[in-house]
C-alpha cells in the first residue's frame, strides 16, 4: 500500500490537535487585515449569492497540499448583526492541518432584517455542497464556528430544519442540503426575548435586537421568539459546544445554560464551558480548546461509524 493510499485510509485519525488551539487566536487579528497564515492559500471574495444586485462573498482558506477531500468548518463573525465581516478570520490557520476553512460575509441589519442573514448563511451552505468537487470539499462533514451574533446564527444552522419561510432561496442550490454536522458557539444569544430585560432597551427600536428583528422587542416578542435558536431545540439538532464567560454582562452566560439544558432534555450532544471571571469576548483557555478539539474530532472529523 503507497504512503497516499495509507494517508487517505487514515487522513481523519491523523488530524492533529492544532484544532485544540482553536480558541486561542480568536483575537489574535483584531485590526489585522487579509492576513493569511502559512501552509494556507486562500481564494478570496468568492461569489455565492446574488440578492437584490448585491452579492455576497465568502473567502475559502484550504491547505497548501491538501489530502482527499476537505472537511469544512464554516467561521461566522459577530458583531451585534450590524457591523463585521468575513476578514480577517481568526481560525484560517487551521486550515494548514487539512481542513478548509470558509470565512463568509452575510447581510447586516442595515440592509434587511431577520431571517435574511439565517437565509445567506444556509445560502452560502448549499453553495460550498454545490462546488464540492471544484473546490475538494467534503460535503458530508460540515461544521460551524460562530461568536456572539455569529454563535447566534451558528446555532439557528444547528436547530432549524425542514422549514421553507427559514431555508430561504438565497443563492440557490436548493436541491442541496444545508444541514451541518456540529456548531461550536461562544457567548451566543440563544433567546432574543430574555436577552432584552432593560424596559428602556425593550421599547427601543434603534436597539440591536430591535433591528434585528424589525422592531422594539416589548411589541414584536414573536418575532424575537422566532428569531431565537431556543425556539427550535428538538432532538434533531446537530451537536453542540457552548463556551461562555462566567462575568459576561453583554450577553449573560444564562442564555447559555438554558440553550445546554434545552439540549440535554432533547438528547442532543452537547457541552457547556462557563469560564470564570471572563467576560464576553473571550478566548478559550487551554482547557477549554483541548474539549473544542475533541468536540470537533468526534463529530466533524472522524468517518461515519465512528
Request: glycine share 8%; with cysteine; charged share 15%.
Amino acid at each position: 500500500m503507497s504512503i497516499t493510499t495509507l494517508i487517505n485510509k487514515y487522513r481523519y485519525a491523523l488530524r492533529p490537535i492544532a484544532l485544540a488551539l482553536l480558541g486561542l487566536s480568536l483575537s489574535m487579528l483584531a485590526g489585522c487585515s487579509s492576513w493569511q497564515p502559512a501552509g494556507v492559500k486562500v481564494e478570496r471574495n468568492l461569489v455565492y449569492a446574488q440578492v437584490d444586485g448585491t452579492s455576497l462573498h465568502l473567502d475559502l482558506y484550504e491547505p497548501d497540499h491538501p489530502v482527499g477531500r476537505l472537511p469544512v468548518v464554516v467561521w461566522i463573525h459577530g458583531g451585534a448583526w450590524n457591523s463585521g465581516s468575513k476578514d480577517p478570520c481568526p481560525i484560517s490557520f487551521i486550515a494548514a492541518q487539512n481542513l478548509a476553512i470558509v470565512s463568509l460575509d452575510y447581510r447586516l441589519t442595515q440592509t434587511a432584517p431577520f431571517p435574511a442573514q439565517l437565509h445567506d448563511c444556509k445560502g452560502a451552505i448549499r453553495w460550498l455542497r454545490a462546488h464540492a468537487d471544484q473546490y475538494h470539499l467534503d460535503a458530508d462533514h460540515i461544521g460551524i464556528f460562530g461568536a456572539s451574533a455569529g454563535g447566534h446564527l451558528a446555532l439557528l444552522l444547528a436547530t432549524v430544519h425542514d422549514q421553507p419561510e427559514l431555508e430561504g432561496t438565497v443563492g440557490g442550490n436548493n436541491d442541496r442540503s444545508s444541514a451541518v454536522q456540529c456548531v461550536c458557539a461562544f457567548y451566543p444569544p440563544t433567546d432574543l426575548n430574555r436577552l432584552v430585560t432593560n424596559p428602556a432597551f425593550r421599547n427601543n427600536p434603534n436597539a440591536d435586537v430591535a433591528k434585528l428583528i424589525g422592531g422594539a422587542v416589548d411589541s414584536h416578542v414573536a418575532q424575537a421568539l422566532a428569531a431565537s435558536p431556543l425556539t427550535y431545540v428538538d432532538k434533531t439538532c446537530a451537536p453542540v459546544f457552548l463556551l461562555h464567560g462566567e462575568a459576561d454582562t453583554l450577553v449573560p452566560p444564562d442564555q447559555s445554560r438554558i440553550f445546554y439544558a434545552a439540549l440535554q432534555q432533547a438528547g442532543v450532544a452537547s457541552e457547556l464551558v462557563i469560564v470564570p471571571h471572563q467576560g464576553h469576548g473571550i478566548t478559550a483557555p487551554p482547557a477549554a480548546a483541548k474539549k473544542i478539539y475533541a468536540f470537533f474530532n468526534q463529530h466533524l472529523l472522524q468517518p461515519a461509524g465512528h
